[in-house]
């Protein structure tokens, strides 16, 4: 019902922003991508796109926000850009912000870039998205690669196409002043805000990426953010690295507990869950194969622990490769990709003692006597009903039954007994 309600609502915010547009009402849609660009982000942007061509819209407003991300997403949000029968303006901002990396590409490639007082774009040299060291060769050539797209891009759109290679080849960065002031210019508004920015841009002619003009009329325009789903913003939420680190510790320690106790199922069922979306973000992160390594050399380590004496070597040693697996899962220089160090002792530290707690439970109780069968009745304690000379017969109760018993030793009727043995239905006992 609920699924019914905000489709019927969505139609009809598209219906009222398609009436305005044909009323003569600019009708003006905004987005919003603030973090890493990944899958999830390029089909927000699609998404957005199709809204606003579908509305017949004026304008769509793209307010970014990144460290970069994934160079294959960066060609799918510049690809529906280009492709977009609306002009598409992105918006770097608010103030102190920036667009780094992915976000330089996609900022040349809309139809007007803009930038808040205050932020930065570039540094787009590419890096292994598995966070590996690329040899030379494949380093000159995803490099070359990228810079041949930046070049390609901004001579397109008419902006600075030296300055965009050396963004690539140089990692070089530009704040607005240098941005704009640059000739040609590598974008095309300076504004403190969306609204700021479609009054500066009210009149004035863009050049599409087919090279036709349009004349933008945004006077009186109305604004329809689109907002991302909750399955996007679940989804973009988790593609995040800490909260990755804490999907995949948490699916190991499920999977851990599953494979100790099995039958438990809720165990193994959220580990699972956990991992599978743990692979998910990693996918879209930079990790390291060989962070991911050392995690499970370290959880082989604390369990070998319990099975082996190492008098603590081998626990020391799993919680050290641990550490420094947490440290270098996520390969990349950006903050925002960084995992805090807080985080990596708190889950190192709790992830140990609670493995190391739970194989030991496991091997006290593989250790444990028997309870039932033959081994269950030894030392048991019972009472002598007969007499029983020495390696005579007589009968003994004890465990709540009566059982045939010898001795080698005189015991009398009444006495205390313990046993000793078992031999198929006879007892082996011996006088308390």
């Known amino acids: 019902m609920r699924a019914t309600l905000c489709l019927f609502a969505g139609i009809l915010l598209l219906s009222l922003a ?69 002009p598409v303006a992105v918006f770097v901002g608010p103030s102190g912000n920036r667009a780094a990396s992915a976000g330089f590409l996609i900022t040349i490639a809309a139809d007007i870039a803009a930038m808040a007082p205050g932020t930065h774009i570039g540094a787009a040299h590419p890096v292994s998205g598995d966070g590996s060291k690329m040899d030379e060769t494949m380093a000159k050539k995803a490099a070359s690669d990228t810079a041949s797209y930046g070049r390609t891009l901004a001579a397109q759109r008419q902006r600075n196409v030296l300055l965009a290679e050396q963004a690539v080849t140089e990692s070089r960065s530009y704040t607005e002043n240098e941005a704009a002031g640059a000739v040609p210019p590598l974008i095309d508004v300076i504004a403190t805000d969306v609204p700021d920015l479609l009054g500066k841009l009210d009149g004035r002619s863009v050049r599409r990426f087919d090279g036709s003009e349009q004349v933008l009329r945004l006077a009186g325009a109305t604004l329809h953010p689109v907002e991302m789903t909750w399955a996007q913003r679940m989804l973009s939420a988790i593609a995040h690295p800490q909260v990755a680190y804490l999907l995949l510790t948490l699916g190991m320690l499920g999977l851990t507990v599953e494979f100790w106790n099995p039958g438990s199922i809720f165990p193994g069922v959220a580990g699972g869950i956990c991992l599978l979306l743990a692979f998910f973000a990693l996918h879209v992160l930079p990790v390291s194969y060989a962070g991911v390594l050392l995690i499970l050399l370290g959880i082989l380590l604390l369990i070998l622990e319990v099975k082996v004496t190492s008098f603590g070597v081998l626990a020391a040693g799993g919680v050290v490769a641990l550490f420094f697996g947490s440290l270098m899962l996520i390969d990349s220089p950006l903050p925002e990709l960084q995992i805090g160090m807080g985080l990596i002792g708190g889950i190192t530290l709790s992830f140990s003692a609670i493995l190391l707690f739970l194989v030991r439970l496991g091997v006290q109780a593989q250790r444990q006597r028997s309870v039932t069968g033959h081994e269950g009745m030894i030392d048991k304690v019972g009472r002598a009903l007969t007499p029983i000379d020495p390696g005579g017969v007589g009968r003994v109760q004890t465990h709540g039954e009566i059982w045939s018993a010898t001795a080698a030793e005189p015991i009398a009727a009444g006495d205390p007994v313990r046993v000793v043995a078992v031999d198929g239905l006879r007892l082996t006992v011996r006088r308390m």
């Open 18 to 86: 398609s009436v305005d547009a044909r009323q003569g009402t600019p009708v003006v849609y905004t987005a919003e991508v603030d973090g890493i660009i990944h899958p999830v982000a390029a089909e927000y942007v699609r998404g957005a796109v199709e809204r606003a061509d579908a509305a017949g819209a004026a304008l769509l407003v793209i307010t970014l926000r990144t460290p970069g991300g994934l160079l294959d997403s960066t060609r799918d949000i510049n690809n529906a850009i280009i492709a977009a029968r609306t």
